[in-house]
């Protein structure tokens, strides 16, 4: 029991040294993230791949982090359970107190990832509602354009031509080239909003 005792302290020791380098590489690592999240120079669609992104690496962080300390947890454990020194069971609890710290750590981060994932999500629906208002809005400029551009033309057939079924054959023909340029300026508009819709979340669905 004791040599059992002795390998789990010395994988204890291996495990705090570990955490305390994990602590600065995710942290590194996460704040990177939280830049390219943050700037709102980027699009949306970025600042959407860097928050999950983050999630991931504080996902891995802390089961690595937790792994380690339920190792140092344990062999404070095994030691305190083989000696029954005050010493010992003192080194006991604090290791328990590190593992939950280490749990509310996380658990923090991932609420403020949580929080951004939230906003950020509004924000993408707030861009697609603009976009499909400035989609909206020179739709019906265009229309009401055409609708003039008719009105003129059907004014001048009426004033002009005075044959009845030539009359009626260029009303027709101006109202059908009215709905086939509509129809051009919906498939135009369309094609827009799809362009604009990728530049602004890069493909994201």
Same mark, same amino acid.
């Given at each position: 029991?004791?040599?059992?005792?002795?390998?789990?302290?010395?994988?204890?020791?291996?495990?705090?040294?570990?955490n305390q380098g994990l602590i600065e590489q995710y942290d590194i690592q996460a704040e990177q993230q939280r830049q390219i999240r943050d700037d709102e120079r980027n699009g949306i669609a970025a600042r959407i791949e860097a928050n999950n992104k983050l999630k991931g690496i504080l996902e891995e962080q802390s089961e690595? $982090?937790?792994?380690?300390?339920?190792? #140092? =947890?344990?062999?404070?454990?095994a030691q305190y359970e083989l000696s029954g020194l005050d010493e010992d069971k003192l080194a006991y609890i604090q290791a328990e107190n590190e593992l939950m710290a280490i749990n509310a750590r996380i658990t923090g981060m991932m609420a403020e990832q949580k929080s951004n994932?939230?906003?950020?999500?509004?924000?993408?629906?707030?861009?697609?509602?603009?976009?499909? $208002?400035?989609?909206?809005?020179?739709? #019906? =400029?265009q229309r009401m354009e055409n609708d003039a551009k008719l009105e003129e033309q059907m004014r001048f057939i009426s004033q002009?031509?005075?044959?009845?079924?030539?009359r009626n054959a260029l009303i027709s023909k101006a109202r059908l080239e009215h709905k086939i340029a509509m129809?051009?300026?919906?498939?135009?508009?369309?094609?827009e909003m799809i362009g604009k819709a990728?530049?602004?979340?890069?493909?994201?669905?």
């Open positions: 029991q004791a040599k059992a005792v002795v390998i789990l302290n010395k994988e204890a020791k291996e495990s705090e040294a570990i690595k $982090m937790t792994e380690n300390a339920q190792k #140092i =947890r344990d062999a404070a454990k994932d939230l906003s950020l999500d509004k924000e993408r629906i707030e861009i697609g509602n603009e976009l499909a $208002m400035i989609g909206a809005n020179e739709f #019906i =400029r002009e031509v005075t044959n009845e079924d030539e129809i051009d300026v919906a498939e135009q508009e369309k094609q990728q530049e602004f979340f890069g493909g994201l669905q």
